[in-house]
Nanobody
Framework: VQLQASGGGLVQAGGSLRLSCAASGKIVGINHMAWYRQAPGKQRELVALVTSGGSTNYADSVKGRFTISTDNAKNQVNLQMNSLKPEDTAVYYC????????????????WGQGTQVTVSS
């Protein structure tokens, strides 16, 4: 299983970016998908999570500005980031807890490569 993230970049404060992450491999189903971020010198933190049932959870710092969504047909998770602030600058990582098929079916957590988001003031 692989997760491929895209969509990071440089944007001015108040601007918007959209991150996407597509999972590929022998995927039977999705338990949940999420975005985390890690700023220099800080621990990785959860930004947003969406369950297979559509329930969402956001960090307080991004509520009302970020929206997480999925395209289950594409095994893809998106993060729409609006009203970006300099403090949103970080490397963003997608994470997926998936049901995969190997010798039997099991659930496991996977990480994508990070994508840099830089917000200038």
């Amino acid at each position: 299983v692989q997760l491929q993230a895209s969509g990071g970049g440089l944007v001015q404060a108040g601007g918007s970016l959209r991150l996407s992450c597509a999972a590929s491999g022998k995927i039977v189903g999705i338990n949940h998908m999420a975005w985390y971020r890690q700023a220099p010198g800080k621990q990785r933190e959860l930004v947003a999570l969406v369950t297979s049932g559509g329930s969402t959870n956001y960090a307080d710092s991004v509520k009302g500005r970020f929206t997480i969504s999925t395209d289950n047909a594409k095994n893809q998770v998106n993060l729409q980031m609006n009203s970006l602030k300099p403090e949103d600058t970080a490397v963003y990582y997608c994470n997926a807890n998936l049901r995969v098929s190997s010798i039997g079916t099991y659930s496991a957590s996977y990480w994508g490569q990070g994508t840099q988001v830089t917000v200038s003031s």
